[in-house]
C-alpha cells in the first residue's frame, strides 16, 4: 500500500525533446508528491511539486501532470537538453512525514 | 546557508567495526530524516527525528542501526557490527514546519 511505481527505468530522448516520466501510487493518504533530480555521486534535489488540490503545475521548462483519480502523476521535461541528463525520483508523502519514492529513472538526453 | 551537511563523504569499515554517519541540518530546521540508497535503486525512508525524538523508526532495521538527534549538535545514525550488506549511500534530509525537504549529499559507506 506504501509503493510508488515509476515507469520507465531508463529513457533515452534527442535534444529539444520532450522527457516524460510516470508515476502511480497506492496510497490515498498521500498528499504530496514532489520529484527530485539526482546526478551521480550527488544527494537528490527537488525539482518541483505537486499537491492533489491541481492537476497541473509547471516551472520553467518542467512540468508536473497529476491525476487524482488515477492515483498517477507524470513529469515533463520540455526542451529537453544534455544537462537534463540525471536520474530520476517521483515521490510521495505528507507535507513533513517520510517519503515513499519511485525507483528512479535513468535520462539520457542525446544531441 | 550551508544547506544540509553530511560528513564523512566517504567511509570505509571492516566486518563487525562500527560506523558513525553525521548529519547536520539546514539551519532553523527541526526535522531530521535518514533514507539509504543501494546502487541502482530509488531511497528508502529508514527514521525521521526531531530534537531529542524518534518520531518515526519504520524503516529502520531492528538490529544494529540507531540513530539520534540531540538538543546540541548532529543527527547520528550509528551502525553497530557492520556486515557487507550494509554498504550504501546514506542520506539525509531536514525540513522546517513548512518547507519540503533538502536533501544532503550523503555518506558511501563501504563495508570490506
Known amino acids: 500500500q506504501q509503493q510508488v511505481k515509476q515507469s520507465p527505468q531508463s529513457l533515452i530522448v534527442q535534444k529539444g525533446g520532450i522527457s516524460i516520466i510516470n508515476c502511480a501510487y497506492e496510497n490515498t493518504a498521500f498528499d504530496y508528491f514532489p520529484w527530485y533530480q539526482q546526478f551521480p555521486g550527488k544527494g537528490p534535489a527537488l525539482l518541483i511539486a505537486i499537491r492533489p488540490d491541481v492537476s497541473e503545475k509547471k516551472e520553467g521548462r518542467f512540468t508536473i501532470s497529476f491525476n487524482k483519480s488515477a492515483k498517477q502523476f507524470s513529469l515533463h521535461i520540455m526542451d529537453s537538453q544534455p544537462g537534463d541528463s540525471a536520474t530520476y525520483f517521483c515521490?510521495?508523502?505528507?507535507?513533513?512525514?517520510?517519503?515513499?519514492f519511485g525507483t528512479g529513472t535513468r535520462l539520457t538526453i542525446i544531441p | 546557508n550551508a544547506g544540509v551537511m553530511q560528513n564523512p563523504r566517504h567511509l570505509v569499515r571492516r566486518r563487525g567495526q562500527e560506523a558513525r554517519l553525521r548529519c547536520s541540518p539546514m539551519?532553523?530546521?527541526?526535522?531530521v530524516y535518514w533514507y539509504r540508497q543501494l546502487p541502482e535503486e530509488g531511497l528508502k525512508f529508514m527514521v525521521y527525528?526531531?530534537?531529542?525524538?524518534?518520531?518515526?523508526e519504520s524503516g529502520m532495521p531492528k538490529e544494529r542501526f540507531s540513530a539520534e538527534f540531540p538538543k546540541e549538535g548532529p543527527s547520528i545514525l550509528r551502525i553497530q557490527q557492520v556486515v557487507r550488506g550494509d554498504s550504501a549511500a546514506y542520506f539525509c534530509a531536514s525540513s522546517g514546519d513548512r518547507d519540503g525537504y533538502t536533501f544532503g549529499s550523503g555518506t558511501r559507506l563501504t563495508v570490506v
Open positions: 539551519k532553523g530546521h527541526s526535522h
Open positions: 527525528l526531531q530534537k531529542e525524538n524518534i518520531i518515526d
Open positions: 515521490a510521495a508523502g505528507g507535507g513533513n512525514e517520510k517519503l515513499t
